[in-house]
T-cell receptor, first 116, second 112 residues
Framework: GAGVSQSPSNKVTEKGKDVELRCDPI?????LYWYRQRLGQGLEFLIY????????KSGLPSDRFSAERTGESVSTLTIQRTQQEDSAVYLC??????????????FGEGSWLTVV | DAKTTQPTSMDCAEGRAANLPCNHS???????VYWYRQIHSQGPQYIIH???NNETNEMASLIITEDRKSSTLILPHATLRDTAVYYC?????????????FGKGTKLSVKP
């Protein structure tokens, strides 16, 4: 499709398990973002990838969280040893960097994570 | 922290114009004003952006004051489907700018 695609859309996991969330950005978009949104709360920035530059990891809440992106393609957010406070929707977004299209950031529909 | 302040909530009657204010008194000369909205259980959706001129598209109009310290998003004929949280954000246009900083937004409730 033409939009940002995320999978899985819903994930229920047991406390202590690792989870992996995937984001397929819009083709050609060099910038990719991960955000977290807890129920009833605002969006929290997690990490930002821009081309081949070092990612901005300043929003990652702990060392249990990590993300990878190869080139300008798919990104994976990994949460190790999940805790109940990790329950949230994880939103991915992407944008083109240059030209008139460089301003608009497009979001996916999110991956809903529930840790039980 | 977000660079914008918005009312927590607003109500609007269906079919009437919804006017959502935003204060951004510390905006820099190269920062644009962006508006997004988030309908329940969905990812944020881009609405409109502007620098200093008023802007209009198929979704909304954006009015920016001459001193650029505040702006208003106008939904000319609100429908029930416009019920959402509306976020006003300031950021530098394009380039290698980092993340969007979302505040708490305004929860708009459109009522029949």
């Amino acid at each position: 499709g033409a939009g940002v695609s995320q999978s899985p859309s819903n994930k229920v996991t047991e406390k202590g398990k690792d989870v992996e969330l995937r984001c397929d950005p819009i083709s050609g978009h060099t910038a990719l973002y991960w955000y977290r949104q807890r129920l009833g709360q605002g969006l929290e920035f997690l990490i930002y990838f821009q081309g081949n530059s070092a990612p901005d990891k300043s929003g990652l809440p702990s060392d249990r969280f990590s993300a990878e992106r190869t080139g300008e393609s798919v990104s994976t957010l990994t949460i190790q040893r999940t805790q109940q406070e990790d329950s949230a929707v994880y939103l991915c977004a992407s944008r083109h960097t240059y030209g008139d299209s460089g301003n608009t950031i497009y979001f996916g529909e999110g991956s809903w994570l529930t840790v039980v | 922290d977000a660079k914008t302040t918005q009312p927590t909530s607003m109500d609007c009657a269906e079919g009437r114009a919804a006017n959502l204010p935003c204060n951004h008194s510390t905006i820099s000369g190269n920062e644009y004003v962006y508006w997004y909205r988030q309908i329940h259980s969905q990812g944020p959706q881009y609405i409109i952006h502007g620098l200093k001129n008023n802007e209009t598209n198929e979704m909304a109009s954006l009015i920016i004051t001459e001193d650029r310290k505040s702006s208003t998003l106008i939904l000319p004929h609100a429908t029930l489907r416009d019920t959402a949280v509306y976020y006003c954000i300031v950021r530098v246009y394009g380039g290698s700018q980092g993340n969007l900083i979302f505040g708490k937004g305004t929860k708009l409730s459109v009522k029949p």
